[in-house]
T-cell receptor, first 115, second 113 residues
Framework: AQKITQTQPGMFVQEKEAVTLDCTYD???????LFWYKQPSSGEMIFLIY??????QNATEGRYSLNFQKARKSANLVISASQLGDSAMYFC????????????FGAGTTVTVRA | ETGVTQTPRHLVMGMTNKKSLKCEQH?????MYWYKQSAKKPLELMFV???????ENNSVPSRFSPECPNSSHLFLHLHTLQPEDSALYLC????????????FGQGTRLTVV
């Protein structure tokens, strides 16, 4: 079964506007971590933001925030004030267990920011 | 620059060739990973090394042979590949059990012809 589901293959957003990327996950482990990565055309995976399953507050990192809804098993990424440099592929990933080193990735969402 | 360097960035090889991908990090990490990213598929973990010892082989075919001579270097030796092996191969490193602090390289874009 798919552990991470990203239902939006591609999205367009106007510069300076906000965009929300959907991510739902499936796990029976009470301890898990959720990640978002950005992959520009150059290929590397750039870590953006992390949310632990026991974290009480939603994670924020600059223009990135994670809308964590535990009961719905969703971890949507919100990018505020989009910039042209935000155009990239975005991946949601999950680590199950507190110390597991494996990441399960979603299929990704391509974001294109328009001027 | 993430601190994880992969070479070559692009590789085209025939099905009978033997080639190697290289990954190098000087972040002081003791865990290194190989991931495969195929078109329209999620990233797949292939191998994990902790302190130079292989701790994970995710049912990878034997035509992919990893090697970790020290904590800073990781290789992926390739031989008799198939066209469906064409993909972006990403290397990552972290401290053991700290995948939440992993750094990725830029990947090697492999095309098997």
């Amino acid at each position: 079964a798919q552990k991470i589901t990203q239902t939006q293959p591609g999205m367009f957003v106007q510069e300076k506007e906000a965009v929300t990327l959907d991510c739902t996950y499936d796990t029976s482990d009470p301890s898990y971590g959720l990640f978002w990565y950005k992959q520009p055309s150059s290929g590397e995976m750039i870590f953006l933001i992390y949310q632990g399953s026991y974290d009480q507050q939603n994670a924020t990192e600059g223009r990135y925030s994670l809308n964590f809804q535990k009961a719905r098993k969703s971890a949507n990424l919100v990018i505020s004030a989009s910039q042209l440099g935000d155009s990239a592929m975005y991946f949601c990933a999950m680590r199950e267990g507190r110390n597991d080193y494996k990441l399960s990735f979603g299929a990704g969402t391509t974001v294109t920011v328009r001027a | 620059e993430t601190g994880v360097t992969q070479t070559p960035r692009h590789l085209v090889m025939g099905m009978t060739n033997k080639k190697s991908l290289k990954c190098e990090q000087h972040l002081g990490h003791n865990a290194m990973y190989w991931y495969k990213q195929s078109a329209k598929k999620p990233l797949e973990l292939m191998f994990v090394y902790n302190f130079k010892e292989q701790t994970e082989n995710n049912s990878v075919p034997s035509r992919f042979s990893p090697e970790c001579p020290n904590s800073s270097h990781l290789f992926l030796h390739l031989h008799t590949l198939q066209p469906e092996d064409s993909a972006l191969y990403l290397c990552a490193s972290s401290q053991p059990d700290r995948i939440d602090e992993a750094f990725f390289g830029q990947g090697t874009r492999l095309t098997v012809v």
